[in-house]
C-alpha cells in the first residue's frame, strides 16, 4: 500500500510506489573507491571471481571510472525494490564495447536473486529480446534491464 502524504483540499496524495531513477547516467566519472564507498553506504555488496578489483583483468569486479549517474541508479533500483543487490560485473574489461557500455561506465551485472527478478519485472515494462536473445525490460526513465544466463545486465543511459 502507498504511503499517504498530507492532504490539500480535502483530497489524500498518495505517493508513488517506485521513486525516480536519474534523469541521465552520466554525471562524472568515479575512482573505484568513490563508487565502492556509496555502494557499501547504500547496503550494496558486490563479488569478483578473481577477489579483485583491476578494470584490466576480466576476473575482477571493478568500478573504476564508472558513471555516478550509474551508481546512483543502482542504488535507486536497490531502495526502491527492498531486495538485496551484489553486484557482480562493472567496468572491468570483457564486456561488449559500445557507447553505452561496461568499459564507458553505464552497465552493472547484478546477482537475479527472485527479489530481484520479481522486482524488474513486475516494475518495469517488457520491451521484447536483445539480439542475443535476453529479455529487456524497461524503467520509465529509459534504463534497460537484460536478463542474460546468470545475472541482469543494466544499462542506466
Known amino acids: 500500500m502507498s ?3 498530507p492532504a490539500r483540499s480535502g483530497l489524500a496524495v ?7 531513477e536519474p534523469a541521465a547516467a552520466g554525471g562524472t566519472k568515479l575512482t573505484h573507491a568513490q563508487a565502492a564507498g556509496r555502494l557499501r553506504a547504500a547496503g550494496i555488496g558486490w563479488t569478483s571471481s578473481g577477489h579483485c578489483s583491476d578494470r584490466n583483468n576480466g576476473r575482477c569486479t571493478s568500478f573504476s571510472r564508472i558513471n555516478s549517474g550509474t551508481v546512483n541508479g543502482i542504488v535507486t533500483c536497490k531502495r526502491a525494490s527492498h531486495c538485496a543487490v551484489t553486484v557482480t560485473g562493472a567496468t572491468e ?3 561488449a564495447p559500445g557507447r553505452y557500455s561496461h568499459w564507458n561506465g553505464y552497465k552493472v551485472d547484478i546477482s537475479p536473486t527472485g527479489c530481484v527478478t520479481n522486482y524488474i519485472k513486475h516494475a518495469f515494462r517488457y ?3 536483445r539480439g542475443d536473445g535476453a529479455p529487456m525490460y524497461q524503467s520509465s526513465a529509459g534504463s534497460i534491464y537484460a536478463r542474460e544466463s546468470s545475472h541482469w545486465d543494466i544499462t542506466y543511459k
Not at 498518495?14 to 525516480?20: D, E, K
Open 127 to 129: 520491451i521484447g529480446r
Open 93 to 95: 574489461t570483457g564486456h
Open 3 to 5: 504511503p499517504r502524504l
Open 14 to 20: 498518495v505517493a508513488p510506489l517506485v521513486a525516480a
